[in-house]
């Protein structure tokens, strides 16, 4: 039998070494505690982003389940979308590109700005008398310019197309006695009153329209006191007529597909139909098609030959199926997954929402879909850095949907202008303010939670995105 002070002694020995395991633990759980705060220099290491995949892309495919005359609309459209047109279409007589698909081609047809930006080659296609504007670069995105303001002071916002069709003689037509001149766009800039938009892609822009406004707004209203810890809030763009949720465009301008294309047509190619009937320049002797220069053919042999081209626009981008994913590239499988996890926990999901689903659509292929886009669809305040003082709509000079993150990975510019290549620029784009005109971006505690990962978590975070 052990005596009274030994027995003491043990006690007292126990109780000591519970105490110092019980300290290194909590040393241990607040030396984590403060790496996910600040972060571990990694002096052989920094997270960089990986880059546009290289596997092959299986995007740009129709979606699944269409019948027979939907894949032939949606190849119908598609051949429409890929199409050149000359002056005897419509062609300008102000415009930025002459196809749809010149914009829309990365990874393929209906993504975004391609590698080499064709812009460059159609300023003086066919003879015409165009200068490249500076910001027009052989290698650079595709680009519209707006004008923010007008010499009276008022708003202005519109596409100021980049080319005129002055001296372009093509096989539809002869323009050499046009005599229209482009816009002083470097005037303009150096009055810092030019901004650039490049193309949105239209991949699973179908399901995007079949998601029923209630959705968006039952998942505005969710993780609601999370959302307001981190400063975000967000709203839907509404139509001003009938008060639904439009969902196109940078600032979810546009409620339709329809919308979107002929308003398109019209901006991009400067080519009337008929949901924007009038010429933009109605300069006479620069007219070479009847006004609107597309219409629905009543005399087509078939359905489709009947369709006007915005509405076959239309249908290829409602069945044009979703990007691919990729499960291992880059960085494997087990980054990936790591990077959703930390997508989700430092507050990402928050406006870019990963799953939202479609409802009783009239296409059975677009019925009770669920629709992976990363995006709740809303405006939401960006602060001064990525401002772009544009109204379109409701929303406000510095609003921007959440840009839907699938097909990231094989995209090769980022943010509305096109500012850059680079993903992590990108992040970082997204914090910043308050100003004496803008409010601070509502992404700044977010970039923040991303600011203070280790270089390991943040390159996982980014082979997320570049997965999808």
Do not use: E, F, K, Y
């Given at each position: 039998m052990m005596s009274?002070?030994?027995?003491?002694l043990v006690i007292v020995t126990a109780s000591v070494l519970r105490l110092a395991t019980r300290t290194r633990q909590v040393l241990a759980a607040l030396s984590i505690f403060l790496v996910s705060l600040v972060g571990v220099p990694q002096a052989d290491f920094l997270a960089s982003d990986p880059g546009v995949r290289g596997e092959p892309s299986e995007t740009g495919k129709p979606l699944d389940g269409l019948t027979g005359s939907q894949l032939a609309l949606f190849q119908a459209g598609k051949d429409e979308f890929e199409e050149a047109d000359g002056l005897g279409e419509g062609l300008g007589p102000r415009f930025n590109l002459d196809s749809c698909a010149g914009c829309?081609?990365?990874?393929?047809t209906g993504g975004t700005s391609p590698v080499v930006n064709p812009q460059v080659a159609v300023a003086t296609a066919y003879g015409a008398r165009n200068y490249v504007p500076f910001f027009v670069k052989p290698d650079g995105p595709v680009r519209e310019a707006r004008f923010q303001y007008k010499a009276n002071g008022t708003r202005d916002g519109g596409v100021h197309a980049l080319f005129v069709i002055s001296g372009r003689v093509d096989s539809t037509g002869d323009a050499s006695g046009c005599d229209i001149r482009q816009e002083d766009f470097l005037a303009q800039a150096q009055n810092r009153n030019l901004i650039f938009r490049i193309p949105t892609p239209v991949f699973g822009a179908g399901l995007i329209e079949q998601i029923p406004d209630?959705?968006?707004?039952?998942n505005r209203a969710a993780n609601a006191l999370t959302k307001s810890a981190l400063g975000i809030s967000g709203r839907p763009n509404r139509n001003g007529n009938d008060g639904t949720i439009a969902r196109f465009g940078w600032k979810a301008q546009n409620k339709s597909l329809l919308l979107f294309s002929g308003e398109a047509y019209n901006v991009e190619m400067g080519i009337s139909n008929e949901l924007f009937q009038t010429e933009r320049d109605e300069t006479p002797n620069c007219q070479f098609a009847p006004?609107?220069?597309?219409i629905t053919n009543t005399d087509g042999a078939t359905g489709v030959d009947t369709l006007s081209a915005i509405e076959k626009f239309a249908f290829f981008m409602r069945f044009l199926a979703p990007p691919a994913r990729s499960l291992a590239m880059p960085g494997g499988a087990t980054s990936i997954a790591n990077g959703r996890a930390l997508f989700r926990d430092i507050g990402c999901v928050l406006c870019h929402t990963p799953t939202l689903t479609t409802g009783d659509a009239a296409v059975?292929?677009?019925?009770d879909k669920k629709v992976h886009l990363f995006s709740d669809l809303l405006l939401h305040n960006m602060g001064p850095r990525?401002?772009?003082?544009i109204v379109q709509g409701r929303a406000g000079p510095d609003e921007f949907r959440t840009a839907p993150l699938w097909g990231l990975g094989e995209r090769i510019f980022f943010l509305h202008d096109g500012r850059t290549t680079d993903l992590l620029k990108a992040i970082q784009a997204h914090q910043s303010?308050?100003?004496?005109?803008f409010p601070a971006s509502e992404a700044n505690a977010v970039v923040d939670n991303f600011n203070r990962l280790s270089e390991e978590q943040k390159q996982d975070l980014l082979n997320f995105l570049r997965s999808l």
């Open positions: 009274a002070p030994r027995l003491t829309h081609t990365q990874p393929a209630s959705v968006i707004v039952a006004t609107p220069n597309n059975a292929a677009l019925r990525l401002a772009d003082d303010g308050p100003s004496l005109r």
